[in-house]
């Protein structure tokens, strides 16, 4: 199946850390990624990660892959209000068509 | 510049009719495609071309048709709008997971609103 999964909504207090979780189904992704949509807005990509790889990180952004249990997850350090968004995380599929399948996407609130 | 541009950024329309909405690039991508997003914000693949040529039709009513007359366009056309058809269509373009990291760079989406 190509379902990927996420928690729906995520409330923070300003200044603590956001973490949104994934679990997605290909275990033959060759990367994973996080998007960030802000309403009325595009997706714009925040991050990637390569699928040998188990962190990365990008100033506030730490994202964990765990290929076993094929669970990813992207952590936001000093969240911010402008970090208030839905975050998407997506696989590509290893075939011919380059296509990528989305998460539920994760509604994040940052409240002062 | 715009990377990926798509127009109308808004369609309110009556059910029955047909609409288009277009999408360029200025990305030089191969590959372009259409995704859907309902309103709980669940985003689907439609359709993907490469090169003109389309890769993927996933399961769309045939009453969307992607057109797409050169690398740097996509176009969607839609008969006989449904009340269903209510969402945000949004264009995106890639140069796959071949040759760079699969990236898709997305335009700003077009609501439709079907009456």
């Known amino acids: 199946g190509e379902d990927v999964e996420q928690s729906l909504f995520l409330s923070v207090r300003e200044g603590d850390s956001s973490v949104i979780n994934c679990t997605y189904t290909?275990?033959?992704?060759?990367?994973l990624y996080w998007y960030k949509q802000e309403p009325g807005a595009g997706l714009q990509l925040l991050t990637y990660?390569?699928?040998?790889?188990d962190m990365k990180q990008d100033q506030r952004l730490t994202v964990l892959l765990n290929k076993k249990d094929k669970h990813l997850s992207l952590r936001i350090a000093d969240t911010q209000t402008g970090d208030s968004a839905i975050y998407f995380c997506a696989e590509s599929i290893l075939d011919n068509t380059d296509k990528l399948i989305f998460g539920t996407g994760t509604r994040l609130q940052v409240f002062p | 510049d715009t990377a990926v541009s798509q127009t109308p950024k808004y369609l309110v329309t009556q059910m029955g009719n047909d609409k288009s909405i277009k999408c360029e690039q200025n990305l030089g991508h191969d590959t372009m495609y259409w995704y859907k997003q309902d309103s709980k914000k669940f985003l689907k693949i439609m359709f993907s071309?490469?090169?003109?040529?389309?890769?993927i039709n996933e399961t769309v009513p045939n009453r969307f048709s992607p057109k797409s007359p050169d690398k740097a366009h996509l176009n969607l056309h839609i008969n006989s709008l449904e009340l269903g058809d209510s969402a945000v269509y949004f264009c995106?373009?890639?140069?796959?997971?071949?040759?760079?990291?699969?990236?898709?760079?997305f335009g700003e989406g077009s609501r439709l609103t079907v009456l």
């Open positions: 290909d275990s033959s992704s060759t990367y």
């Open positions: 995106a373009s890639s140069q796959g997971v071949r040759r760079d990291t699969g990236e898709l760079f």
């Open positions: 990660i390569f699928s040998n790889m």
């Open positions: 071309y490469n090169n003109k040529e389309l890769i």
